[in-house]
Nanobody, 126 residues
Framework: VQLVESGGGSVQAGGSLRLSCAAS????????MGWFRQAPEKEREGVAS???????TLSDSVKGRFTISQDKEKNSVYLEMNDLKPEDTAMYYC?????????????????????WGQGAQVTVSL
C-alpha cells in the first residue's frame, strides 16, 4: 500500500492550495482516508477525514476554509485549502485505513490509521 501526496507549496495568507493523495496497492472496497498536519515541535493533528460513504469530518480550526473530497475512480483524496493562515503552516500527511465499511469512531485520531504518506510541506506567509 502506497500513499503519495502532492500539491504542497508556499502561499501568502489568504491564498489557496490543493493537496492530492494518490493511493495504490490495495484491494479493499471500503476505506477511510484522512489528512493530518504537523508543525515543528508540535504533535500531529487531524485536519479532515472522509469515508467510503463520503461522510466527512473537519477539525474546528479548518471548518469553513478546508474541504476534503475523493475520487474513487482515481483512488485519490483531495484537500482544498482556502483562506490560508500562517498557523496552517505544517507538513501535511495523507493517511488511510482499509476495510472501513462503518467509518471510524475517531476519524481525526492518528491511531485510527494504518498507512501514511511521506508528507507535503505547506508554508503560509504574511
Amino acid at each position: 500500500v502506497q500513499l503519495v501526496e502532492s500539491g504542497g507549496g508556499s502561499v501568502q495568507a489568504g491564498g489557496s492550495l490543493r493537496l492530492s493523495c494518490a493511493a495504490s496497492g490495495y484491494t479493499y472496497s471500503s476505506y477511510c482516508m484522512g489528512w493530518f498536519r504537523q508543525a515543528p515541535e508540535k504533535e500531529r493533528e487531524g485536519v479532515a477525514s472522509i469515508d467510503s460513504h463520503h461522510e466527512t469530518t473537519l477539525s474546528d480550526s479548518v471548518k469553513g476554509r478546508f474541504t476534503i473530497s475523493q475520487d474513487k475512480e482515481k483512488n485519490s483524496v483531495y484537500l482544498e485549502m482556502n483562506d490560508l493562515k500562517p498557523e496552517d503552516t505544517a507538513m501535511y500527511y495523507c493517511a488511510a485505513q482499509w476495510a472501513c465499511p462503518d467509518g471510524l469512531a475517531s476519524p481525526l485520531s492518528v491511531s485510527s490509521y494504518n498507512y501514511w504518506g511521506q508528507g507535503a510541506q505547506v508554508t503560509v506567509s504574511l
